[in-house]
Nanobody, 123 residues
Framework: VQLQASGGGLVQAGGSLRLSCAASGNIFSINTMGWYRQAPGKQRELVAVVTSGDSTNYGDSVKGRFTISRANAKNTVYLQMNSLNPEDTAVYYC??????????????????RGQGTLVTVSS
């Protein structure tokens, strides 16, 4: 199983970006998918998560500006980021919790984390 994140880049304050994260492999279920971020010198923080039943949870700093969505058939999660400000500058990591997949001759369930994509917001 692999998580491939994309969509990061450089944007001016007030602009928008859309991140995508696709899980690949012989997956038959994923519980929660979401995004965390880590800015230089700061701790990792929750951005947003969505469950398989489409329940969502957002970090306080992004509520009302970011929207998370999920395409279960594609094992993909999206993060639409609007009204970006310089404080949103960070490496954004995709997470997938309790990914159950067929690996070889066995079924395994574990959590996965993507490689991170850099979002830079200029003032």
């Amino acid at each position: 199983v692999q998580l491939q994140a994309s969509g990061g880049g450089l944007v001016q304050a007030g602009g928008s970006l859309r991140l995508s994260c696709a899980a690949s492999g012989n997956i038959f279920s994923i519980n929660t998918m979401g995004w965390y971020r880590q800015a230089p010198g700061k701790q990792r923080e929750l951005v947003a998560v969505v469950t398989s039943g489409d329940s969502t949870n957002y970090g306080d700093s992004v509520k009302g500006r970011f929207t998370i969505s999920r395409a279960n058939a594609k094992n993909t999660v999206y993060l639409q980021m609007n009204s970006l400000n310089p404080e949103d500058t960070a490496v954004y990591y995709c997470n997938a919790d309790r990914v159950c997949a067929i690996v070889g001759l066995t079924t395994t369930c574990r959590d996965y984390r993507g490689q991170g994509t850099l979002v830079t917001v200029s003032s």
